[in-house]
């Protein structure tokens, strides 16, 4: 079955940076297009970045020239660099493949 499988979040001060990783397995990852989501606490689950298979990308406005979304599919994962990160960017952050979702990795931005 599909499985994905977030990692590299934490504590952060702004200005900082975090790289997140999602592993996946289960599906041919190269062929799908891939998407990372985020939901802060009390808002809901909103569109961060996404990846075609063919490395197109598109970027939510709030994070465009700070994140970048980018696939390794010869070790099937998808990666999320960020940059300059404000403390609007706490939230989980959530891994999507086209039917599935990861378990999220919590992103904290506080000094």
């Known amino acids: 079955q599909v499985q994905l499988v977030e990692s590299g979040g934490g504590l952060v001060q702004p200005g900082g940076s975090l790289k997140l990783s999602c592993a996946a397995s289960g599906f041919t990852f190269s062929s799908y297009a891939m998407s990372w989501y985020r939901q802060a606490p009390g808002k809901e689950r909103e569109f961060v970045a996404s990846v075609s298979s063919g490395g197109r990308t598109n970027y939510a406005d709030s994070v465009k020239g700070r994140f970048t979304i980018s696939r390794d599919n010869a070790r099937n994962t998808l990666y999320l660099q960020m940059n300059d990160l404000k403390s609007e960017d706490t939230a989980v952050y959530y891994c999507?493949?086209?039917?599935?979702w990861g378990q999220g990795t919590q992103v904290t931005v506080s000094s």
């Open positions: 999507k493949a086209p039917y599935d």
